[in-house]
C-alpha cells in the first residue's frame, strides 16, 4: 500500500459506518488521519468506530444527512471536538431500488435526491466556511458513473448523481482560491450493502458495462479518495476521477 501523508487532518466520512465509507475511513486513519464517521445508523456507526479504533483516534456522530439542523450539530460537534476539519468525503448515498422512471414511487424519487445531494449540499453549507477561515480544505463528493451515462431503471440514482457532479463543479469554481479544492469520483458499482435494494438483472446490467469485466472493490476507491484528499492535490478543482474499471468514455 502506498502511503499518504494525513498526519494532523480531521476528516469527516459521511455513510462511514459500512462499505465505500468504511473503506475510506480505514484508509485515511492508515494514513495518519482523525476521523469522525457519520450516519444515520447508530449500531452499525458504534460497531464501525470500535473495530476501526485501533488504527487510530475516530470518533461517531449519529447524524440525519437530509437535515438541516442535525448536520448542523454534527458540525459543531465534529469541530469542538477535534478543533477543526480538514477532508469532507461525502459518501452516503441510497440507490433507491430499480424501476422505469414512470412507475417509480414519487416519494423514493425524492428521497434519492435528498440523501444522495441535499445531503452533500448541507454537508458543505455546514463544513465549508470553517474550511475557509483555516485557508484550506479538501472535498471528495462520491458520485458514480450513473451520474455520467444514465443507468436505465435508475433514473432517480443517476439523476442525483449527475447533480451532485455539477454541485461539485460550480463549488470547485467558487472556492478555487480559498486553499479548499472539491473533487468527485465517479465508482462504477462496488460489491456493497447498496446491492440488497437493486433487482440481479440491474446488477447484471452493471457487471456487463465494466471492460474489466468485475466490480470495484472498496478498497480500490478508498485509494483514490485519501489521494484527492491530500496535499498532493494542489491544481485540480472541480474534477472528476473515473473509477469505472474503463466503462466511463468521458
Avoid at 424519487?109 to 449540499?121: A, D, H
Amino acid at each position: 500500500m502506498n502511503q499518504i501523508d494525513l498526519k494532523g487532518r480531521v476528516a469527516v466520512v459521511t455513510g462511514g459506518a459500512q462499505g465505500i465509507g468504511y473503506a475510506t475511513a480505514e484508509r485515511l486513519l492508515q494514513s495518519g488521519a482523525t476521523v469522525a464517521l457519520w450516519d444515520i445508523d447508530a449500531a452499525r456507526l458504534k460497531s464501525a468506530s470500535a473495530s476501526l479504533s485501533a488504527l487510530g483516534p475516530v470518533s461517531s456522530v449519529e447524524v440525519e444527512l437530509t437535515d438541516e439542523a442535525s448536520v448542523a450539530a454534527a458540525a459543531a460537534a465534529t469541530l469542538k471536538a477535534n478543533g477543526a476539519i480538514h477532508i469532507l468525503v461525502n459518501n452516503a448515498g441510497i440507490t433507491g431500488g430499480n424501476g422505469v422512471t414512470w412507475e417509480l414511487d414519487p416519494a423514493m424519487w425524492r428521497r434519492v435526491i435528498e440523501v444522495n445531494l441535499i445531503g452533500p449540499f448541507l454537508t458543505c453549507r455546514a463544513i465549508v466556511p470553517q474550511m475557509i477561515k483555516q485557508g484550506y480544505g479538501r472535498i471528495v463528493n462520491i458520485a458514480s458513473v450513473a451520474g455520467k451515462e444514465g443507468n436505465p431503471n435508475a433514473s432517480h440514482y443517476s439523476a442525483s448523481k449527475a447533480a451532485l457532479i455539477a454541485l461539485t463543479k460550480s463549488l470547485g469554481k467558487e472556492l478555487a482560491t480559498q486553499g479548499v479544492l472539491v473533487n468527485a469520483v465517479t465508482p462504477a458499482a462496488a460489491k456493497t450493502a447498496m446491492f440488497d435494494t437493486m433487482a440481479q438483472s440491474h446488477i447484471d446490467y452493471m457487471l456487463s458495462k465494466i471492460p474489466m469485466g468485475r466490480f470495484l472493490e472498496v478498497g480500490e476507491a478508498a485509494a483514490m479518495v485519501a489521494w484527492l484528499a491530500s496535499e498532493d492535490i494542489a491544481f485540480s478543482t472541480g474534477a472528476v476521477f473515473d473509477l469505472s474499471g474503463g466503462r466511463a468514455t468521458y
